[in-house]
């Protein structure tokens, strides 16, 4: 079946413009999740949907950063104002949800190919 | 969320078996381990995860030290596809995200 898929692939943008990242999630996967990898370092996360609704946004880094998920499936991450330490690839990954357990388990998280944003 | 520590690096010859430590002292009762690694270019893909015991599965093996303060990912027979970064990760029952860390980096010699 299909896996995650992030568009676009790559996306170059220059200071102070507004870009727009889009995840698909694996169907029927009701987590999602969006997570920021800089080059040399581990993937960090950003945010988390359970559905619709952003559970946590702990990760953002301030507020020129923000994502959507109204139908809850696909995710749209969105940056304003971009900045050149905005750079990096951006993951996304789903996973189901475990009724039994809050927060989801321990279900493993299936993750996209990225985004690579480059902000010059 | 509770630390782990990994060597930066590691080789391996093919066909091979590979074992990556990862230590974890500050480990509590409701952390599990998770394995994830990342090929070249790619996302993460999950590998493995246990709590106390130890779990094999068509990946690789986790070995879980008994006072659960350190952990090693077995790969039976390392391939030139193993080559990745592989990271070990705790999560609490109910966490929602996986913080990565820095990871081992795994390369595999023909």
């Known amino acids: 079946g299909a896996g995650v898929s992030q568009t676009p692939s790559n996306k170059v943008t220059e200071k102070g413009k507004y870009v727009e990242l889009r995840c698909d999630p694996i169907?029927?996967?009701?987590?999602l999740y969006w997570y920021r990898q800089s080059l040399g370092q581990g993937p960090e996360f950003l945010i988390y949907?359970?559905?619709?609704?952003?559970?946590?946004d702990s990760g953002l880094p301030n507020d020129r950063f923000f994502a959507v998920r109204p139908e809850g499936s696909v995710s749209t991450l969105k940056i304003q104002r971009t900045e050149r330490g905005d750079s990096a690839v951006y993951l996304c990954?789903?996973?189901?949800?475990?009724?039994?357990?809050?927060?989801?388990?321990?279900?493993?998280?299936?993750f996209g190919p990225g985004t690579r944003l480059t902000v010059l | 969320d509770a630390k782990t520590t990994q060597p930066n690096s590691m080789e391996s010859n093919e066909e091979e078996p590979v074992h990556l430590p990862c230590n974890h002292s500050?480990?509590?009762?409701?952390?599990?381990i998770h394995w994830y690694r990342q090929l070249p270019s790619q996302g993460p893909e999950y590998v493995i995860h246990?709590?106390?015991s130890n779990v094999n599965n068509r990946m690789a093996s986790l070995a879980i030290a008994e006072d659960r303060k350190s952990s090693t990912l077995i790969l039976h027979r390392a391939t030139l596809r193993d080559a990745a970064v592989y990271y070990c990760?705790?999560?609490?029952?109910?966490?929602?995200?996986?913080?990565f860390g820095t990871g081992t980096r795994l390369t595999v010699i023909p």
């Open positions: 990954a789903s996973s189901a949800w475990d009724m039994l357990t809050v927060g989801g388990g321990q279900n493993e998280q299936f």
């Open positions: 169907s029927g996967h009701t987590a």
């Open positions: 949907f359970q559905g619709t609704g952003a559970a946590d």
């Open positions: 500050t480990i509590s009762g409701t952390d599990y």
């Open positions: 246990g709590l106390t």
């Open positions: 990760i705790l999560r609490k029952t109910g966490a929602n995200n996986l913080f």
